[in-house]
T-cell receptor, first 119, second 113 residues
Framework: AAGVIQSPRHLIKEKRETATLKCYPI?????VYWYQQGPGQDPQFLIS???????DKGSIPDRFSAQQFSDYHSELNMSSLELGDSALYFC??????????????????FGPGTRLTVL | AQSVTQLGSHVSVSEGALVLLRCNYS??????LFWYVQYPNQGLQLLLK??????LVKGINGFEAEFKKSETSFHLTKPSAHMSDAAEYFC???????????FGGGTRVLVKP
């Protein structure tokens, strides 16, 4: 079965540089979520999109921006990188309501993550 | 607002022994609850979910969890631990379809031979 694809899997940047993380949801999933997991921490919600519109926003720094494109893939853009941005960034997707049973609406399918290291 | 508390950041069990991971939630509306497992350097895999159907939920790899509204709990159990169960486990809550997940702090499970 198709899974959520994230690229790149690993990324090393210097302080003050810019990074772009990409997420390709499972086909026929229209909602995308981004989470940040710092070392030894639980995942923290950053932002989500439904049908290409921002649907919710969490503790996402102003230096970060994201969008969802017409093919439903999403990109997280991170500027002026700081050492504290080093983390595992997960993308998750959930299905279009009409295509699967009701209980699947609440399930988020996670990608393998992008490990960002800021030096 | 919703929140999740996982009691015990580390749990050590012997192979073949019961695994019990505790999760308590707080939510102003009926919650939807999940357990995810994370192996080292990997993503999050769903073990099981409660979405207001049966209160006893069976998941993959022999895990199950029981939703107890009176105790605001959703503890995860497995009757007999296997070495492959060594991982970090996260309890999470959501309050609606398409809504963000709020995770607990995680419990790292160590399985001793």
């Amino acid at each position: 079965a198709a899974g959520v694809i994230q690229s790149p899997r690993h990324l090393i940047k210097e302080k003050r540089e810019t990074a772009t993380l990409k997420c390709y949801p499972i086909p026929r999933h229209d909602t995308v979520y981004w989470y940040q997991q710092g070392p030894g921490q639980d995942p923290q919600f950053l932002i989500s999109f439904y049908e290409k519109m921002q649907s919710d926003k969490g503790s996402i720094p102003d230096r970060f921006s994201a969008q969802q494109f017409s093919d439903y893939h999403s990109e997280l853009n991170m500027s002026s990188l700081e050492l504290g941005d080093s983390a595992l960034y997960f993308c998750a997707s959930s299905p279009i309501p009409q295509t699967q049973g009701p209980s699947s609406l609440y399930e988020q399918f996670f990608g393998p993550g992008t490990r960002l290291t800021v030096l | 607002a919703q929140s999740v508390t996982q009691l015990g950041s580390h749990v050590s069990v012997s192979e073949g022994a019961l695994v019990l991971l505790r999760c308590n939630y707080s939510s102003s509306v009926p919650p939807y609850l999940f357990w995810y497992v994370q192996y080292p350097n990997q993503g999050l895999q769903l073990l099981l979910k409660y979405t207001s159907a049966a209160t006893l939920v069976k998941g993959i790899n022999g895990f199950e969890a029981e939703f107890k509204k009176s105790e605001t709990s959703f503890h995860l159990t497995k009757p007999s631990a296997h070495m492959s169960d060594a991982a970090e486990y996260f309890c999470a809550v959501s309050v609606a379809a398409g809504n963000k997940l709020t995770f607990g702090g995680g419990t790292r499970v160590l399985v001793k031979p």
